[in-house]
């Protein structure tokens, strides 16, 4: 499989590209809200942001919300983490970091495990999946097919 791209995008998602970006804490949100529509990000429950400081966090998020509700595999999480330099034993290695990356997002991180990878379980807390939604929802209510 190829470079991993964000649903709806030409390019592919590079890790350079992939930033941590502190936004303003607004009204509380009832959930986490994950961002994808401009720099990769995910606030809190509580409105502030969550701090993935660590490239491989950015990067697994990055690959899982590119693809909501479906499995991306793990071979490819490992492709997109090490790329040529995959450690010695993959598996684990993606285990350990999926393990980090919930931890950082809270008891309530969106990530399942399956037998062929992870899939992140909340579209509906995905910016580009509300966006998609408003826009259908607008066309429809003004006649456009």
């Known amino acids: 499989m190829g470079p991993l791209t964000l649903k709806g995008l030409s390019r592919p998602v590079q890790a350079a ?4 970006t ?17 720099p990769v990000e995910v606030s809190g429950a509580d409105g502030l ?3 993935l400081a660590d490239p491989g966090d950015r990067v697994l998020l990055a690959c899982l919300l590119a693809h909501p509700g479906e499995v991306v595999s793990a071979e490819d999480l490992v492709e ?9 034993d993959p598996r684990d290695a993606l285990q350990t970091e999926v393990s980090g990356l919930r ?13 062929a ?12 999946s509300r966006f998609e939604r ?3 929802e607008a066309r429809r209510l003004s006649g456009d097919p």
Do not use: C
């Not at 997109?80 to 010695?88: I, K, N, S």
């Not at 931890?103 to 037998?115: F, I, K």
């Not at 899939?119 to 580009?128: I, K, N, Q, V, W």
């Open 17 to 20: 590209e992939i930033a941590w």
């Open 22 to 38: 502190p936004t303003l804490a607004g009204a509380a949100r009832p959930a986490p809200d994950y961002r994808v529509l401009g």
């Open 49 to 51: 942001p969550v701090r």
């Open 80 to 88: 997109a983490l090490w790329g040529e330099r995959t450690p010695p």
């Open 103 to 115: 931890r950082r997002l809270g008891p309530s991180a969106p990530v399942e495990a399956t037998a």
């Open 117 to 128: 990878g992870y899939r992140f379980t909340a579209p509906e807390r995905l910016d580009s």
């Open 134 to 136: 408003l826009a259908a």
